[in-house]
Structures are given as structure tokens and as C-alpha cells.
């Protein structure tokens, strides 16, 4: 992430270090999938993916609403994913 970007409480940043552990959006992304991890591991294949649809946009659905972001190397800026 560039240091002029200023993600939201609600962004998942994707990739490694304190920034990715420590960031709100993380912490709330890393919460909904722990909760849903019974179910996910119980459901059949098929629903597996409604599972996982299900928490992208719940994650999309906050206010403000949270993206799915990743650094891009190139422009040392940020790649929505999703």
C-alpha cells in the first residue's frame, strides 16, 4: 500500500506482515470466517462456495463498505480484487 492510501475499517488487505494481522478489516474478515468455519467444513462441496460468497459480501455490504485490496507492486498503489 502506498503511504498516501488510507484503507477503510472495513478493507481486508491482503498479504503478510503487521499491516495484513493488525488492520481492523482484517480482524473482522478473520472473526465472520472463524465463525462460519463449522459450517463451511460440515457443508457439501456445492455449498462451499455460497458459504464463502456469502462472506465476501457481507464483508461488501458494511458501512462504509469493505474491498478486498492488494499492494501492486508496479505502482506501489492498490488493487481492488473484489
Known sequence: LSMSFVPSRNDV???RGSISVT???NINFRSIVESRK????EAAWNEKKKIV????RQIQSMDPPGRFLKRDP???????KA
Open 74 to 80: 508496479k505502482s506501489e498503489g492498490v488493487d481492488s
Open 53 to 56: 460468497i456469502s462472506i465476501i
Open 23 to 25: 488492520h481492523e478489516g
Open 38 to 41: 463449522k459450517e463451511y467444513i
Open 13 to 15: 488487505l491482503f498479504g
